[in-house]
């Protein structure tokens, strides 16, 4: 029977004729409804095929209480026949429906087998019945719905087509039934037709948002009472019903309907009437204004329900392909979720409802929707933060970073294991790094809460840089981003905190640390109680050590700006501030008359003194360590307050009349560059007005120095650079160009007082004049040095001894005995500026003689010094100087290690059952060093090589040899590269074991990491392997 139905609708609603059609008049369109309704009346009676059809129709007629027989508007007629054949097969598939749930017995469904079609259900239709029935719809909402709408609710149909035009001519709106007695048919009989799933799908993937425009047209329409053509309780129901439609549908659709239900901008409007999607809108009509108020409400009413915010993005934002247009939606749409509607009970319990649904936006994964979503929620979020920053802070970025504040705040009494778990701590850093540095959107309350975590982040950050992880980069950024766009004084003191010269109260708890996660990220938990006081200080201050090192990292990356120079420039101030204020803490305090409160806060404060100096003076050390001077120093002006701390510092010396730094070479050395420095900024060709204006800073402690200076050279340098100052550049000394060229080559200025820093003795004046004429000097002149008591001459001498070696002298050729037991010697003197010389010396030796010297060196690294008067106490510690000679050796080799390297390799596994084992340790370096230089010619000793370090991983005691047996693997690995399945192809899968043990098993947090290492270095290597890289090679093949 629904066969039947559908093909009386498709008499019904069969196409016109071609006359009619190229007419294209009304009068065609209501001879063509007519010629089909009496087709379709006269097929009822008189054909038999359609005798259940008209049956059931007269049954639906009956019921309807609206069908009017004697209405004088054709169109309304072919309406109320198409309203009617709708009914009778949605009353038809109703009751097939019923019948199949009470006809089919429970024990069919387990009769079916698994190669059974289910049975398909009655109310399923093909593709051309809907066709059938999706025209039959149209002609429904184009005849009898649309028609009837008051101007500005809903879209015109003479905007939509052609056709739309003609039927706004041809319907008779004055006859009965009236228009909005019409109207409510027409919408209460699609509502009913709704009720049936197939045929709601049908109805509102193309109509709803007529019939939408239709229910708030008759539920809401403001009219006069005598004018009115629907009872109370007629618009009530519409109310309901408009109430339970828009609660089913999909709510993203819902939005968009009702945005373009609220029509365009008013005309002559102002920019602030823009709303969203105005570039789409601007074809609407105005709507009225109680239709405007309605949808403003309902939309409202969408925003504030669970899952609100991402229905209204969605309903603008969805189909969106990420162009401009996106963006100024995604814009327009902040806009309206910042701004806080009129049906909201407060602002607070709108913010409270909304914000955790804009925080939801920041973690879509499809990258579009993501993107989009994602600029909208930092577009909110920074709208909020500037309108309400009070509230935003408490219910947007309090709930953001509450992980980093846990972080904080969290105690280990009563507190999990695990603090912040590795979920959290990720989408908290994702998130501000998307808020923060994507949103780029800088404001005062921006910049107050990113501070309060910013040491969080800075030891996560430190955390990273130790081990493999993906929140590494968004710290990065977090950081670099705050420290590029915070005023300077802010971005100052933040730094003085991140590197422990200014406390702070926002790191991680005492009792907390970063630990590494299952997924590449951190967690926070509860650190595991040291016994050992000695590996508690240890760890502390490796770790300081680390977090400066760190924040190096991080001010080298910032290239392009001044932040680093102010920060350098700054602790200079302060030492130099230091130091003219003087240090008491050497005085002898009267501690007679104090009470004992009283003297430990003496010694209390002076301890804290001497510790932040301490800091202050590592600080600079590492800054000076791991910048480039480029960064230090990038501006004249920068150069000039350089210089300026330098002086002063001069000057205070100078005011110390028994102080140390008065006349000490180092002192002197570094006044007279910082001067040459002056004179080279002085020197150039053209200098302004502001350079001289700048530099005038510098004629104060100029002045002192060309007054009190001890050294004769350095007044008169100082009083011609404050002459050339003053005058800015009228008066230019001789010297002044000489004084400049002494700056940009100091290492030879530097050279005639070249001494040790380890060494407590300054050099003898013999030393500066040997050096002084050292082109002169015969061979054995510097035998002799090599043996003079002074360390400086010593050490000097040992220098130009290897360079003869490495330059092939023809003295140091003939006497190489001599030379070698001379650098034996001094091997074992206590100064680190001899031995090292020592050690130098003996590398050149071996490199240039490998096969007199590397004998002598193996003998002497296995069984200790051999020369008769040698320190047997001291045995051990020239061993490992020997093993330190070695190892530089092996560097030196390059492609001769196959030929003189099986020696040594004998020589450093022996050395791996050393009963010391720092020996052990040393050996294995070595072994390390050798092996990946070895190539091919380590086949035959893989086994022996593997045996040995599997066996030193699992058994070794002490973590220190464990360690440098993992580091053996990883240079064997790294050296090996591409061969290592070719040389180790036989223990590869042991060594792999071995390491995989260490990661599961090994105690020691280092080694660990070194295994790690090692099996990346593996991984890599295999990847080649499996998946070689492709080449496109053009082979060139020669016929015979």
Same mark, same amino acid.
């Given at each position: 029977?629904?066969?039947?139905?559908?093909?009386?609708?498709?008499?019904? *609603?069969?196409?016109?004729?071609?006359?009619?059609?190229?007419?294209?008049?009304?009068?065609?369109?209501?001879?063509?409804?007519?010629?089909? @309704?009496?087709?379709?009346?006269?097929?009822?009676?008189?054909?038999?095929?359609?005798?259940?059809?008209?049956?059931?129709?007269?049954?639906?007629?009956?019921?309807?209480?609206?069908?009017?027989?004697?209405?004088?508007?054709?169109?309304?007629?072919?309406?109320?026949?198409?309203?009617?054949?709708?009914?009778?097969?949605?009353?038809?598939?109703?009751?097939?429906? $019923?019948?199949?749930? %009470?006809?089919?017995?429970?024990?069919?469904?387990?009769?079916?087998?698994?190669?059974?079609?289910?049975?398909?259900?009655?109310?399923?239709?093909?593709?051309?019945?809907?066709?059938?029935?999706?025209? *039959?719809?149209?002609?429904?909402?184009?005849?009898?719905?649309?028609?009837?709408?008051?101007?500005?609710?809903?879209?015109?149909?003479?905007?939509?087509?052609?056709?739309?035009?003609?039927?706004?001519?041809?319907?008779?709106?004055?006859?009965?039934?009236?228009?909005?007695?019409?109207?409510?048919?027409?919408? &209460?009989?699609?509502?009913?037709?709704?009720?049936?799933?197939?045929?709601?799908?049908?109805?509102?993937?193309?109509?709803?948002?007529?019939?939408?425009?239709?229910?708030?047209?008759?539920?809401?329409?403001?009219?006069?009472?005598?004018? @009115? %053509?629907?009872?109370?309780?007629?618009?009530?129901?519409?109310?309901?019903?408009?109430?339970?439609?828009?609660?089913?549908?999909?709510?993203?659709?819902?939005?968009?309907?009702?945005?373009?239900? %609220?029509?365009?901008?008013?005309?002559?409007?102002?920019?602030?009437?823009?709303?969203?999607?105005?570039?789409?809108?601007?074809?609407?009509?105005?709507?009225?204004?109680?239709?405007?108020?309605?949808?403003?409400?309902?939309?409202?009413?969408?925003?504030?329900?669970?899952?609100?915010?991402?229905?209204?993005?969605?309903?603008?934002?969805?189909?969106?392909?990420?162009?401009?247009?996106?963006?100024?939606?995604?814009?327009?749409?902040?806009?309206?979720?910042?701004?806080?509607?009129?049906?909201?009970?407060?602002?607070?319990?709108?913010?409270?409802?909304?914000?955790?649904?804009?925080?939801?936006?920041?973690?879509? @994964?499809?990258?579009?929707?993501?993107?989009?979503?994602?600029?909208?929620?930092?577009?909110?979020?920074?709208?909020?933060?500037?309108?309400?920053?009070?509230?935003?802070?408490?219910?947007?970025?309090?709930?953001?970073?509450?992980?980093?504040?846990?972080?904080?705040?969290?105690?280990?009494?009563?507190?999990?294991?695990?603090?912040?778990?590795?979920?959290?701590?990720?989408?908290?850093?994702?998130?501000?790094?998307?808020?923060?540095?994507?949103?780029?959107?800088?404001?005062?309350?921006?910049?107050?809460?990113?501070?309060?975590?910013?040491?969080?982040?800075? *030891?996560?950050?430190?955390?990273?840089?130790?081990?493999?992880?993906?929140?590494?980069?968004?710290?990065? $950024?977090?950081?670099?981003?705050?420290?590029?766009?915070?005023?300077?004084?802010?971005?100052?003191?933040?730094?003085?905190?991140?590197?422990?010269?200014?406390?702070?109260?926002?790191?991680?708890?005492?009792?907390?640390?970063?630990?590494?996660?299952?997924?590449?990220?951190?967690?926070?938990?509860?650190?595991?109680?040291?016994?050992?006081?000695?590996? $508690?200080?240890?760890?502390?201050?490796?770790?300081?050590?680390? =977090?400066?090192?760190?924040?190096?990292?991080?001010?080298?990356?910032?290239?392009?700006?001044?932040?680093?120079?102010?920060?350098?420039?700054?602790?200079?101030?302060?030492?130099?501030?230091? &130091?003219?204020?003087?240090?008491?803490?050497?005085?002898?305090?009267?501690?007679?008359?104090?009470?004992?409160?009283?003297?430990?806060?003496?010694?209390?404060?002076? *301890?804290?003194?001497?510790?932040?100096?301490?800091?202050?003076?590592?600080?600079?050390?590492?800054?000076?360590?791991?910048?480039?001077?480029?960064?230090?120093?990038?501006?004249?002006?920068?150069?000039?307050?350089?210089?300026?701390?330098? +002086?002063?510092?001069?000057?205070?010396?100078?005011?110390?009349?028994?102080?140390?730094?008065?006349?000490?070479?180092? $002192?002197?050395?570094?006044?007279?560059?910082?001067?040459?420095?002056?004179?080279?900024?002085?020197?150039?060709?053209?200098?302004?007005?502001?350079?001289?204006?700048?530099?005038?800073?510098?004629?104060?402690?100029?002045?002192?120095?060309?007054? %009190?200076?001890?050294?004769?050279?350095?007044?008169?340098?100082?009083?011609?650079? =404050?002459?050339?100052?003053?005058?800015?550049?009228? +008066?230019?000394?001789?010297?002044?160009?000489?004084?400049?060229?002494?700056?940009?080559?100091?290492?030879?200025?530097?050279?005639?007082?070249?001494?040790?820093?380890?060494?407590?003795?300054?050099?003898?004046?013999?030393?500066?004049?040997?050096?002084?004429?050292?082109?002169?000097?015969?061979?054995?002149?510097?035998?002799?040095?090599?043996?003079?008591?002074?360390?400086?001459?010593?050490?000097?001498?040992?220098?130009?001894?290897?360079?003869?070696?490495?330059?092939?002298?023809?003295?140091?050729?003939?006497?190489?005995?001599?030379?070698?037991?001379?650098?034996?010697?001094?091997?074992?003197?206590?100064?680190?500026?001899?031995?090292?010389?020592?050690?130098?010396?003996?590398?050149?030796?071996?490199?240039?003689?490998?096969?007199?010297?590397?004998?002598?060196?193996?003998?002497?690294?296995?069984?200790?010094?051999?020369?008769?008067?040698?320190?047997?106490?001291?045995?051990?510690?020239?061993?490992?100087?020997?093993?330190?000679?070695?190892?530089?050796?092996?560097?030196?080799?390059?492609?001769?290690?196959?030929?003189?390297?099986?020696?040594?390799?004998?020589?450093?596994?022996?050395?791996? @059952?050393?009963?010391?084992?720092?020996?052990?340790?040393?050996?294995?370096?070595?072994?390390?060093?050798?092996?990946?230089?070895?190539?091919?010619?380590?086949?035959?000793?893989?086994?022996?090589?593997?045996?040995?370090?599997?066996?030193?991983?699992?058994?070794?005691?002490?973590?220190?040899?464990?360690?440098?047996?993992?580091?053996?693997?990883?240079?064997?690995?790294?050296?090996?590269?591409?061969?290592?399945?070719?040389?180790?192809?036989?223990?590869?899968?042991?060594?792999?074991?071995?390491?995989?043990?260490?990661?599961?098993?090994?105690?020691?947090?280092?080694?660990?990491?070194?295994?790690?290492?090692?099996?990346?270095?593996?991984?890599?290597?295999?990847?080649?392997?499996? +998946?070689?890289?492709?080449?496109?090679?053009?082979?060139?093949?020669?016929?015979?």
């Amino acid at each position: 029977m629904t066969s039947a139905i559908l093909a009386a609708i498709n008499i019904l *609603t069969r196409p016109f004729s071609a006359a009619s059609v190229q007419a294209s008049q009304p009068e065609a369109l209501l001879a063509a409804l007519g010629a089909n @309704r009496t087709l379709l009346l006269e097929q009822l009676q008189g054909d038999s095929s359609l005798e259940a059809v008209r049956s059931l129709r007269e049954q639906v007629k009956t019921s309807s209480d609206w069908f009017c027989c004697d209405t004088e508007d054709p169109t309304w007629s072919f309406v109320q026949e198409c309203l009617l054949l709708l009914l009778t097969l949605t009353q038809h598939l109703s009751d097939e429906l $019923e019948h199949l749930q %009470q006809a089919t017995p429970p024990s069919a469904e387990r009769r079916s087998t698994p190669d059974m079609a289910p049975t398909l259900p009655p109310d399923v239709l093909s593709i051309s019945q809907q066709k059938a029935l999706e025209a *039959t719809l149209q002609f429904v909402v184009s005849l009898g719905l649309c028609p009837y709408l008051a101007p500005g609710v809903g879209v015109a149909l003479g905007r939509r087509s052609a056709f739309g035009a003609i039927v706004e001519k041809v319907v008779l709106k004055e006859v009965l039934p009236t228009a909005g007695r019409r109207l409510l048919i027409t919408t &209460k009989v699609l509502l009913q037709l709704s009720q049936l799933s197939t045929l709601a799908t049908l109805v509102f993937t193309r109509h709803l948002g007529d019939v939408m425009a239709a229910l708030c047209q008759l539920g809401y329409e403001p009219c006069r009472d005598e004018y @009115r %053509q629907l009872s109370a309780e007629e618009c009530r129901t519409c109310k309901e019903a408009l109430r339970n439609l828009l609660s089913k549908v999909y709510q993203p659709i819902v939005v968009k309907e009702l945005l373009i239900l %609220q029509g365009g901008p008013k005309q002559q409007s102002g920019p602030a009437g823009t709303s969203v999607g105005s570039s789409g809108r601007a074809g609407l009509g105005s709507a009225p204004a109680w239709l405007r108020r309605l949808c403003g409400q309902l939309l409202s009413e969408r925003l504030m329900q669970p899952h609100g915010v991402q229905a209204v993005v969605r309903a603008v934002l969805e189909g969106g392909t990420g162009g401009e247009s996106d963006w100024r939606k995604c814009d327009a749409v902040a806009r309206i979720l910042a701004a806080c509607p009129q049906q909201a009970a407060s602002v607070e319990d709108y913010f409270r409802l909304v914000c955790p649904q804009i925080l939801d936006l920041l973690h879509f @994964r499809d990258k579009l929707t993501a993107l989009q979503f994602q600029r909208v929620a930092t577009r909110v979020v920074h709208s909020m933060v500037q309108e309400r920053p009070s509230l935003a802070q408490r219910c947007l970025l309090g709930p953001l970073l509450e992980p980093l504040h846990r972080c904080t705040s969290t105690s280990s009494d009563g507190c999990p294991r695990v603090a912040v778990d590795e979920s959290e701590m990720t989408c908290c850093v994702e998130d501000v790094y998307k808020i923060w540095v994507v949103g780029n959107s800088p404001s005062p309350t921006i910049f107050r809460t990113l501070e309060e975590v910013l040491p969080v982040i800075f *030891t996560l950050f430190c955390f990273t840089k130790q081990n493999v992880s993906h929140l590494r980069a968004p710290c990065q $950024e977090i950081l670099l981003w705050y420290l590029s766009h915070a005023e300077t004084s802010a971005a100052l003191s933040t730094l003085r905190q991140l590197s422990g010269l200014q406390t702070s109260k926002k790191d991680v708890a005492a009792d907390f640390c970063f630990t590494v996660g299952s997924n590449g990220g951190a967690r926070l938990c509860c650190k595991e109680i040291c016994s050992d006081e000695d590996d $508690e200080l240890y760890a502390k201050l490796s770790g300081e050590q680390w =977090r400066l090192e760190c924040l190096t990292m991080l001010l080298a990356e910032l290239k392009d700006s001044d932040l680093p120079s102010d920060f350098f420039l700054d602790l200079l101030q302060e030492l130099t501030s230091w &130091k003219a204020a003087g240090d008491g803490d050497e005085e002898e305090v009267d501690v007679s008359a104090m009470t004992l409160l009283e003297v430990e806060q003496q010694l209390l404060g002076r *301890t804290k003194r001497r510790a932040r100096r301490l800091a202050l003076l590592q600080v600079l050390a590492v800054m000076v360590e791991g910048l480039q001077h480029t960064q230090l120093l990038r501006k004249t002006m920068q150069v000039v307050d350089f210089m300026v701390s330098l +002086f002063q510092r001069a000057c205070v010396g100078l005011h110390e009349a028994c102080g140390p730094d008065v006349g000490h070479p180092v $002192e002197s050395q570094t006044l007279s560059m910082g001067m040459g420095l002056v004179a080279t900024l002085l020197s150039a060709p053209q200098l302004s007005v502001e350079d001289y204006s700048s530099m005038s800073r510098l004629l104060p402690p100029l002045q002192t120095l060309s007054q %009190q200076h001890p050294d004769e050279v350095i007044q008169e340098l100082a009083s011609n650079l =404050r002459a050339v100052i003053a005058t800015h550049g009228a +008066f230019r000394p001789e010297n002044l160009p000489a004084a400049a060229s002494s700056s940009r080559k100091p290492e030879k200025a530097a050279e005639s007082h070249e001494f040790p820093a380890s060494s407590s003795r300054p050099p003898r004046v013999a030393g500066k004049s040997s050096t002084a004429d050292s082109p002169n000097k015969l061979f054995s002149d510097w035998l002799l040095e090599a043996c003079d008591p002074d360390v400086p001459t010593r050490a000097f001498a040992l220098r130009i001894l290897t360079r003869m070696v490495q330059h092939k002298n023809p003295e140091a050729i003939q006497d190489q005995e001599k030379v070698l037991l001379l650098f034996l010697e001094n091997l074992e003197h206590e100064d680190s500026f001899v031995y090292l010389s020592a050690i130098q010396g003996l590398a050149a030796l071996a490199d240039s003689y490998p096969d007199q010297i590397l004998d002598r060196l193996l003998k002497d690294f296995q069984t200790g010094p051999s020369l008769p008067l040698s320190n047997k106490e001291r045995s051990l510690e020239t061993r490992l100087k020997v093993g330190e000679v070695l190892m530089r050796a092996s560097r030196a080799m390059g492609e001769l290690a196959p030929h003189l390297g099986r020696p040594l390799v004998d020589v450093f596994l022996q050395g791996t @059952r050393d009963p010391d084992h720092s020996v052990r340790a040393s050996s294995l370096s070595n072994l390390g060093e050798l092996c990946q230089r070895l190539n091919y010619a380590l086949g035959p000793l893989a086994q022996e090589l593997s045996s040995c370090l599997t066996a030193l991983i699992k058994t070794e005691k002490e973590a220190e040899v464990r360690r440098a047996a993992i580091h053996v693997i990883a240079e064997l690995l790294r050296g090996l590269a591409d061969k290592t399945t070719q040389v180790l192809s036989d223990v590869l899968l042991d060594l792999y074991r071995a390491l995989k043990w260490v990661v599961r098993s090994d105690p020691d947090e280092v080694a660990v990491l070194h295994a790690q290492l090692a099996l990346e270095e593996l991984d890599d290597v295999m990847r080649r392997f499996i +998946f070689p890289q492709q080449k496109l090679e053009k082979k060139i093949v020669v016929l015979p």
